[in-house]
């Protein structure tokens, strides 16, 4: 058994770690060396953790065959899953962070004892509203983490689900979270602890419904947020350091990128928090657009107009990841090196289902960091590029954010894509986009529609150039 004061060391050379790998993870340049420390962190906090219990008993063996299964299964399923569905994966991962929470404290409440927290009863009073809280938090993150799952898997719709009175009862029911936390500190009625339980898994199902698809990255930063906060709620009644620091490093910077987002989308950060925005009523442009022309073209006319510019700014989204076609990308850019003509790659903050979802994609094709650039930083260049390539992104190109008040996505910073002389639009059909409205880029006159898989219509360009 380890000592209290070598536990705290490790404990704190853990904590470091993971701080450590919070800015590795802030840019990809040192993503991998980030992922490097935050898993040799957690591997010293959960060794510290066991070397800590006194006597290894049978539990501790039934411990320790759930961890190594529960391990073997997570790594399973990353291994497996494709890099589209990665947000599924996270808003899956986060909903079984905030159950745990949830478990925890059910077994604190239910057996103090056995966490030196004081009799059935009898509950020291910190610990309680430390638990009540921690308890409260997972709830809403279990439930809204699962919404948000079935909305990106979809199985459930991504559209708004609005209702009558739907937020003066968020209201109600988050003030009774209130009231009931305070009567259960003061009466530790095992009754009001299971309601408790119940309605915050109810706001956390309210909370996310009215929020469409197009905001569902903001959700998911929002939802690590808050298993965050559950896990430090938790690592406070266990008095467990390494969950503390983990914990509130995790709510800390969750809370701080979906500040960040909320500001590169034009969203209120409190409309996020109380499940505000996302159900405005969608414009009518998506109904008129079989009444529209549209100009398309093949690889052929796509090469052709490539050849001769001198510059071209590529916008890849979401269909490059579905069409695994960034390696492609990779090739016809470094074809379009050859022949001096300058690229470089604009990244929306919410291209993609998650923040840094393209940035990931481009990296894995080996792609110079230098020639990725961020939406303020590239925006005003459109207007002076030949050519913009726009290869499955689609919310995030469409000027009718900047035009039309009644869009879902107004107000929300695009790619100034329309600017440039002309725009190459790889897409399968002329589908919207996951914000479920039509993209009014398709119908410029500057706009060539290129109908096709975008990997294969990246591989036949690249053999007409």
């Known amino acids: 058994m380890l000592s209290a004061n070598l536990s705290a060391i490790f404990y704190l050379i853990s904590g470091v770690l993971f701080i450590l790998a919070l800015r590795g993870l802030s840019s990809p340049e040192t993503s991998r060396q980030g992922n490097f420390l935050g898993i040799l962190g957690m591997i010293i906090a959960v060794t510290v953790t066991f070397f800590s219990i006194g006597n290894f008993s049978i ?48 077994a604190a409440f239910l057996n103090p004892q056995a966490f030196n927290l004081g009799s059935p009863g009898n509950i020291k009073l910190g610990s309680l509203i430390e ?24 199985i459930m719709s991504g559209s708004p689900i609005t209702f009558k009175g739907q937020h003066p009862l968020n209201a109600l029911i988050l003030i009774s979270i209130i009231i009931i936390t305070y009567l259960l500190c003061s009466t530790q009625s095992s009754n009001l602890f299971w309601i408790l339980l119940a309605i915050s898994f109810l706001i956390g199902f309210l909370l996310i419904i009215p929020i469409g698809g197009a905001d569902m990255p903001v959700v ?70 079989e009444q529209r022309p549209v100009k398309s ?15 071209v700014i590529i916008v890849p989204g979401y269909g490059m990841a579905v069409a695994q076609a960034q390696h492609a990308l990779r090739e016809m850019v470094d074809t379009l090196k050859k022949n001096d003509i300058k690229v470089s790659y604009a990244i929306h903050p919410v291209a993609g289902r998650m923040p840094g979802h393209m940035n990931v994609l481009l990296a894995e094709a080996n792609v110079p960091y230098d020639e990725v650039f961020e939406l303020e930083e590239i925006n005003n260049d459109f207007a002076n590029a030949d050519v913009a390539f726009v290869i499955g992104a689609n919310d995030v190109t469409n000027p009718v954010a900047k035009t039309d008040p009644q869009s879902p996505i107004y107000g929300m910073p695009v790619l100034d894509v329309e600017k440039c002389k002309s725009v190459l639009f790889v897409k399968r059909s002329l589908s919207p986009g996951y914000a479920g409205i039509d993209n009014d880029l398709f119908y410029q006159e500057n706009t060539l529609m290129l109908f096709a898989d975008a990997k294969k219509m990246t591989e036949d360009i690249t053999k007409n150039l």
Not at 78 to 93: D, R
Not at 250 to 268: D, E, F, H, T, W
Request: proline share 1%.
């Open 59 to 106: 539990g501790f063996v039934v411990v320790l065959i759930f961890l190594l299964l529960g391990g073997l299964i997570g790594a399973f399923i990353a291994y497996k899953i494709p890099m589209t569905a990665m947000p599924e994966l996270v808003a899956g991962f986060h909903s079984l962070v905030g159950l745990a929470a949830v478990f925890v404290a059910i």
């Open 131 to 154: 638990m009540s809280i921690g308890a409260a938090v997972g709830a809403i993150t279990f439930s809204g983490s699962i919404i948000a799952f079935l909305k990106l898997q979809g």
């Open 220 to 289: 998911i930063s929002m939802l690590n947020s808050y298993s965050g906060w559950a896990a430090a709620g938790i690592g406070f009644t266990l008095e467990n350091t390494a969950l503390i620091i983990t914990g509130a490093l995790v709510g800390s910077s969750g809370a701080i990128l979906s500040y960040i987002m909320c500001k590169g989308m034009n969203r209120s950060f409190f409309n996020v928090i109380l499940g505000g925005f996302g159900a405005i009523e969608q414009s009518t442009s998506a109904q008129n657009k």
């Open 297 to 311: 073209g093949n690889a052929d006319d796509a090469a052709f107009l490539m050849k001769n510019a001198s510059s």
